[in-house]
C-alpha cells in the first residue's frame, strides 16, 4: 500500500531500525532516536543501490515522490542517480573554490618534493604576486586575460624570471585543479606565447686573476659582516654556486676528510656533489664553526637564524667595496673556468668541479665519474696561486697541463 502522511506522522520509533514503503522503490527509515529519513532503493549496472534525499519532515511525502520520479527518469537515461548526486555536490563545491585554497592544496602537495630553495621561492611568489592579486577569487572566475595582466606587472618590475616562474606555477596550480575535478579548463595555458621578450644574455661579470688579490684585500678591510667575508673567500676557493654555499648545513661537512658533499635535493642537477676543500677552505670553515657551528646553518640570516643568509648579501657587500658590474658572487665560477681552462687543466675535471652536466646528453648520462682526487689536486693548487699571488709571487710555476 502507498504511503500516507497520517500513517508517516503517527509512525513511532523502535528498539531497531524499520522501513515504511511506498512504491517504486521509494521508502521511510524509522530510526530508533526517531529521526525519519527517505530513501530510494534501485538497481543499476547489475548492483542493488541505495539514494539518500532528505529527512521527513523537511522533505514531504509528496516531495520524496517527485524526487523519485527524478531518479527513475535519469534510471531511464542511464544514469546513476547517486553518481549524479555526487557531481553535482562537487560542483557546488567547486563553484566557491578560491584559488587561494587551491594554490596552498597544490604547494603543501608538491614541496615536500622540491629543493628547499625551489619551496622558498614558491612560497614567496604565492604570498607576494598571486594570492594578494587573484587569492579570494573563485577558480572558475579566473579569465586568461586576468592571467596575463597579473604576469605583466611582474615583467614590469623588470622581474623577468620571477614572471616565467609565476607563469609557470599558475599553469601547474590550474592542471592540478583540473587533475582534482575542480575546474573545466586551464586559464595559464600558453602565457609564454606573450611574454616579454628576454634580455640578451649577459654573462656574470668577474674580474681577472691578477685582480683578485685586490678584491680579496678590500673584502678583509671593508666594513662587512665577517660571515659575509668568510663567504666571499669559500666562493673564491670552491667555485660552488652562491645559493649552495649560503645554504649550506653543517652536517654536510667532514672537516677532517676535507670534503662537502652536497645532496642531489640541493643541486641544480639533481645530483649529489662532492666539493674537495682546499686546506685555506678548510682553515676559514673552522674559523666559522667557532661563530656559528652552534646553528644548523653555515651562514643564518640575521633575523631569523633557522633561514639562511639573504641571497642579495655577497653581491651588495661586493657593490659596496666598488665592484658593481665588476664581480658578482656567481663570477667566481666564471673566473675559476676561465683561468684554470687556460692553465691547461682537464675539461671534464673542471666541468665536474662546477658541477655542469655535458652538452652532450648522452656522454653526460654515461659519464659518472667524479675525478675527485683529481680535481682535489686541481682546486689544492688553485688556492695555493691565488696565496702566491697575494704575496706577489709569479704564478707561471703552478700552470700545468693534465
Known sequence: MPLTDSAIKTAKPKEKAYKLSDAHGLYLLINPTGSKLWRIKYRFGGKQKGLAIGAYPTIS??????????????????????EQK???KQARAATGLTFETLAREWFAYNSPRWADSTSYKAKLYLENDLIPVIGARPLKAITRPELVELVRKVEARGTLNAAGKIRQWLHQIFRYGLARGVVDSNPATDLDVIAAPARAARHHPH????????????????????????????????????????????????LDAATWTIPAERMKARRPHIVPLPHQAVAILRQLEEITGSYSLLFPGQQKADRPMSENTINKALRLMGYKDRQTGHGFRHLLSTELNGRGYNRDWIERQLAHGDSDEIRDTYNHANYLEQRREMMQAWADSIDALCAGANVVSIKRKA
Not at 511525502?61 to 542517480?81: N, S
Not at 663567504?231 to 673564491?236: G, H, K, V
Request: aromatic share 4%.
Open 61 to 82: 511525502l509528496a516531495q520524496a515522490r517527485q524526487r523519485r520520479e527524478e531518479a527513475r527518469q535519469q534510471l531511464a537515461e542511464g544514469i546513476d542517480p547517486s
Open 86 to 88: 555526487k557531481a553535482a
Open 207 to 254: 674580474v681577472n686573476f691578477a685582480e683578485l688579490p685586490e678584491l680579496l684585500s678590500k673584502a678583509d678591510s671593508a666594513n662587512i659582516n665577517i660571515l659575509t667575508r668568510c663567504a666571499i673567500r669559500l666562493l673564491t676557493l670552491t667555485a660552488v654556486r652562491p645559493g649552495e654555499l649560503r645554504a649550506a648545513p653543517w652536517s654536510e661537512f667532514d
